[in-house]
Antibody, heavy 120, light 107 residues
Framework: QVQLQESGPGLVKPSQTLSLPCSVS??????????WSWIRQHPGKGLEWIGY???????YYNPSLKSRVTISLDTSKNQFSLRLRSVTAADTAVYYC????????????WGQGTLVTVSS | DIQMTQSPSSLSASVGDRVSITCRAS??????LNWYQQKPGKAPKLLIYDASTLLSGVPSRFSGSGSGTDFTLTISSLQSEDFATYYC?????????FGQGTKVEIK
């Protein structure tokens, strides 16, 4: 069964880099059938798409975050990762990793989400 | 960027009511429109993709319609477990966007 699990620090200092890996089980991230995505949700707010990566390494980012975001694949660990540079308090949110079938282009499996707080 | 606007932002309804939520895109997205349900403290759940295709296991009281710029999610007879926040999401372009959400509350 497919499972995604975010991990990483719950607290990041302003101006530093937020790094979150997502471990995937039950499916290979090398499959051409899926996009691997990051989505976040500010406390009490709606969903914000961050970006996604395809098995061949092609990446697509939210234009509002593009200058600070990198999503990458690690096929040896069957995981993908989010890096968000120069964080501020406005980046405090629950971060979800997710799988989106190419034929659907909508997320069918989500991680449980991890709260990242940006504070000194 | 394609902007997605949902209405209403919230609504109050009773069990058994028919409920409709609309989602409007700032340009044509054909039928590249998905609907999600989110309950507090949980990850969202995909209900409908391609504007009107129900995901396997989703109750048939949920339905989606529309194409181009205007879309609707309908719950034919609201159940207690349907009280949640609903989001639309477009995947027409390589950059995806969500609507701002519609909270369905108990009247």
């Amino acid at each position: 069964q497919v499972q995604l699990q975010e991990s990483g620090p719950g607290l990041v200092k302003p101006s530093q880099t937020l790094s979150l890996p997502c471990s995937v089980s039950g499916v290979s991230i090398s499959s051409a059938a899926y996009y691997w995505s990051w989505i976040r949700q500010h406390p009490g707010k709606g969903l914000e798409w961050i970006g996604y990566i395809y098995y061949n390494g092609n990446t697509y980012y939210n234009p509002s975050l593009k200058s600070r975001v990198t999503i990458s694949l690690d096929t040896s660990k069957n995981q993908f990762s989010l890096r968000l540079r120069s964080v501020t308090a406005a980046d405090t949110a629950v971060y979800y990793c997710a799988r989106a079938p190419v034929q659907v282009a909508g997320v069918d499996y989500w991680g449980q989400g991890t709260l990242v707080t940006v504070s000194s | 960027d394609i902007q997605m606007t949902q209405s209403p932002s919230s609504l109050s309804a009773s069990v058994g009511d028919r409920v409709s939520i609309t989602c409007r895109a700032s340009q044509s997205i054909y039928t590249y429109l998905n609907w999600y349900q989110q309950k507090p403290g949980k990850a969202p759940k995909l209900l409908i993709y391609d504007a009107s295709t129900l995901l396997s296991g989703v109750p048939s009281r949920f339905s989606g319609s529309g194409s181009g710029t205007d879309f609707t999610l309908t719950i034919s007879s609201l159940q207690s477990e349907d009280f949640a926040t609903y989001y639309c999401q477009q995947s027409s372009s390589t950059t995806w966007t969500f609507g701002q959400g519609t909270k369905v509350e108990i009247k």
